[in-house]
């Protein structure tokens, strides 16, 4: 046992022993070099300089490719811009609502039951127009609503009316430009046809 040990060990220490190292050259025996000098260590200066690489195939392709994209990806960054906002709002309504839901006021179910039970009421007696499918459920839901909420109806009414007002009013400016306009320009008769 004792015999491995010392064999593995001598090259071992031998590795960490250091020690300098003289050449002598054919010419002159006794004038000694160190490994520094040598020319075999030596590295000739050489001068490098940058070469540009000729562009293969898949280069140009893939250059011409970035082209042709890159209106629409600046686009899809745009709408990105525009639409992220919005997203991370609905994200945070949605975590509210989830919120209040899972500790709802008291008697909010039962509040919440009677207006959508309104508005199934009216889809069912809405028959027949388009207008009735919308105006009954909306309308009922709506008086079961200001029943359990009557201050935020009012400001809801109010907040509505104020914008239909002004809706309102918008239009008759433009339908009093368009008949201005109208009466500006001569208006042609139409010939009718003798029988």
């Given at each position: 046992?004792?015999?491995?040990?010392?064999?593995?060990?001598?090259?071992?220490?031998?590795y960490?022993?250091?020690?300098?190292?003289?050449?002598?050259?054919?010419?002159?025996?006794?004038?000694?070099?160190?490994?520094?000098?040598?020319?075999?260590?030596?590295?000739?200066?050489?001068?490098f300089?940058?070469v540009e690489?000729?562009?293969?195939?898949l280069?140009?392709?893939?250059?011409?490719l970035r082209?042709?994209?890159?209106?629409?990806t600046?686009?899809?960054?745009g709408?990105?811009?525009?639409?992220?906002?919005?997203?991370?709002?609905?994200?945070?309504?949605?975590?509210?609502?989830?919120?209040?839901?899972?500790?709802?006021?008291a008697?909010?179910?039962p509040?919440?039951?009677?207006?959508?039970?309104?508005?199934?009421?009216?889809?069912?007696?809405?028959?027949?127009?388009r207008?009735?499918?919308?105006?009954?459920p909306?309308?009922?839901?709506?008086?079961?609503?200001?029943?359990?909420?009557?201050?935020?109806?009012?400001?809801?009414?109010?907040n509505t009316?104020?914008?239909?007002?002004?809706?309102?009013?918008?239009?008759?400016?433009?339908?009093?430009?368009?008949?201005?306009?109208?009466?500006?320009?001569?208006?042609?008769?139409?010939?009718?046809?003798?029988?």
């Amino acid at each position: 046992m004792y015999k491995v040990a010392c064999v593995a060990a001598v090259p071992g220490t031998l590795y960490l022993i250091s020690g300098t190292v003289f050449a002598a050259t054919k010419d002159n025996p006794n004038v000694t070099l160190n490994t520094d000098e040598l020319s075999l260590y030596t590295i000739p200066q050489q001068k490098f300089r940058y070469v540009e690489p000729e562009i293969g195939h898949l280069e140009q392709g893939v250059t011409t490719l970035r082209k042709l994209a890159e209106p629409y990806t600046t686009w899809c960054q745009g709408a990105i811009g525009k639409v992220m906002p919005k997203v991370e709002s609905a994200i945070q309504l949605g975590n509210e609502t989830f919120t209040f839901l899972q500790n709802p006021p008291a008697e909010f179910y039962p509040r919440a039951g009677v207006i959508g039970f309104a508005g199934i009421l009216g889809l069912f007696l809405a028959r027949g127009s388009r207008v009735k499918k919308l105006t009954y459920p909306t309308g009922l839901m709506a008086v079961g609503y200001t029943m359990y909420y009557p201050q935020r109806a009012a400001s809801i009414a109010k907040n509505t009316g104020d914008s239909l007002y002004d809706f309102a009013l918008q239009g008759y400016v433009n339908v009093e430009k368009v008949f201005k306009s109208v009466e500006g320009k001569p208006v042609k008769k139409r010939q009718t046809r003798g029988k």
